[in-house]
Structure formats: structure tokens, C-alpha cells
């Protein structure tokens, strides 16, 4: 039993308007108070510096860095350098894709039937982002933006022709960003899914495994007393419902990179949002 309180530090994302982690912090806050019994008080803060993606793994890889925990779609690399905590964050929602488009071009994505109709297309994705390896394999031509924000204008630009967005960011981010870019628009026909899990990294040292214990004892706690469920509804489930995934038609990817400690065969921890499961 630990009695120093628990410190995390987490990152304070660059990218101006972003609340894509507004999800994740609230399910390691959870996750903190629901250990308190077993591991004592805690402290859980934010950056006060600003921190692209390339920051973040610098401050992670510096063992004085000021951040001691991110979360991030994972790949080898990343479960190489960090210690991953392999329960998915977000319940494997990060693999199922909407599409932002120019809207101009609507009509032109209604005739994609099959992954060979997608080769046709381009893709934009961040620099470094798990999922780029994932259209590559699959032979989709992938556009890398060097950043989050700068990609919407990449697409409105038209250097790429979708910007792939797991099923609950893309309506939040047309909501954010569709008056700053007025001709884009959330394509009406596909998802797209492979599976991509999100997970909590922390540093590979000991303060970092004890980290990972109190993290993972948390979320199992989160997961069986339905804590977990009800802060992703509260955070995604309007948008989901909202997107009417069940009437898309549904293009797979594989994922090669997955590493064979990916708790696939876990299924509680992942939710079909096709059948709201």
C-alpha cells in the first residue's frame, strides 16, 4: 500500500480548439478515485506548457520530463519505449472511421463500395499516427499533415480528399470547425473500421510500473461496476447514436501492427457501436 500521494502529470495538447481528451482524463481521474482505498490520495495535472505530439514523447523519454503519462492509439514503437496499459481506453472506438470530405464530393464517395474503391482516394492523417501504417498496408495513398489543426485546411485545400476521424471525433470536430471551414462536411455512406487501441503510457522506470498497477486496478474497477460504460456514454454515446453507424457500409482494414498482448479476446472491454455493445 502506498502512502505518498500518487502524482500524474499529464500533457496539454497544442492544437488550440481539441477536446479529443476530455474523455480519457475523466476516465484516469476515475480510475485515481477508485484506487484511493488501495493506493492512497493522489494528484492528477495538467501541462502548463502547450505540447505537439513530438513534445510529448520527448518529455515522456526524459526521466525528469514534465509530463509522466499521455494516451495515444498505440504501435510497436510507442509499446517498445512506454509502458502501455493494455486496456482500451475508449473501448476500441478509435477503429471505427467516418470520413470528413470536401462536400463538393459527396457524390463521388457514395460509389465506393469496396477497400479497391478506396485505393482511388487520398488519405490525410498526422505525421506519426499509428493508423498512417494501417492505409498504407492496405495500399491507400496517406497525405501526412504536421499538424492536427492544420489538417482540416489541408483538406478544405484540397491536398487529400478525407480526413479519417474515429466515429465520435468527426461530428464534435465538424461542430468546432465548420464555420471556420464551411466547405467541408462529414461524408454520409462509410465507416471504415481496424482495430486500434487507445491506451495510457507512462515511462518504463518504477515510479511508472506502479503507475500502471493503479491505472489498470482502476479501470477493472470502472469496468465491472459500470463506471467505465456510463463516462463513455456521457462523453460519446449522443454522437454515436447521432451518426447511425448500422446504416453505413462497412469497409475493414486490417491492423498488422497489433501486438499479440492486445486483450482481443477480452470482449468486454470492447464495444460494437453498430449494435451499441
Request: no cysteine; net charge positive.
Amino acid at each position: 500500500m502506498a502512502s505518498a500521494s500518487t502524482r500524474m502529470v499529464y500533457p496539454l495538447s497544442s492544437d488550440g480548439v481539441d477536446s479529443r481528451y476530455d474523455y480519457d482524463w475523466a476516465v484516469l481521474r476515475t480510475a485515481m478515485e477508485k484506487t484511493i482505498p488501495a493506493y492512497g490520495p493522489y494528484q492528477q495535472l495538467q501541462s502548463g506548457v502547450a505540447m505537439s505530439p513530438q513534445r510529448v514523447l520527448l518529455e515522456m523519454s526524459a526521466p525528469q520530463g514534465r509530463i509522466n503519462v499521455f494516451v495515444r492509439a498505440t504501435s510497436p514503437e510507442l509499446e517498445q519505449r512506454f509502458l502501455p496499459i493494455r486496456l482500451p481506453v475508449d473501448r476500441g472506438l478509435l477503429g471505427y472511421r467516418l470520413l470528413l470530405i470536401r462536400a463538393a464530393d459527396q457524390a463521388r464517395f457514395a460509389s465506393v463500395r469496396t477497400l479497391d474503391d478506396l485505393r482511388q482516394l487520398r488519405a490525410g492523417l498526422g505525421k506519426g499516427w499509428a493508423d498512417v501504417s494501417i492505409f498504407k498496408t492496405a495500399g491507400v495513398e496517406v497525405v501526412e499533415g504536421s499538424s492536427y489543426a492544420g489538417l482540416f485546411g489541408m483538406l478544405a485545400a484540397g491536398r487529400f480528399d478525407f480526413y479519417s476521424r474515429s466515429a465520435d471525433e468527426a461530428l464534435r470536430e465538424f461542430d468546432e470547425r465548420h464555420t471556420s471551414h464551411p466547405g467541408l462536411a462529414i461524408e454520409s455512406t462509410l465507416l471504415l473500421h481496424y482495430p486500434l487501441p487507445r491506451y495510457f503510457f507512462v515511462r518504463r522506470d518504477a515510479e511508472g510500473e506502479q503507475l500502471a498497477r493503479r491505472i489498470t486496478d482502476g479501470m477493472e474497477i470502472m469496468l465491472k461496476d459500470g463506471s467505465l460504460n456510463a463516462l463513455f456514454q456521457q462523453h460519446k454515446g449522443r454522437l454515436i447514436k447521432k451518426t447511425a453507424l448500422f446504416k453505413r457500409r462497412l469497409i475493414k482494414l486490417p491492423n498488422r501492427d497489433l501486438s499479440p498482448q492486445t486483450p482481443l479476446a477480452r470482449s468486454e472491454w470492447w464495444i460494437n457501436p453498430l449494435t451499441g455493445r
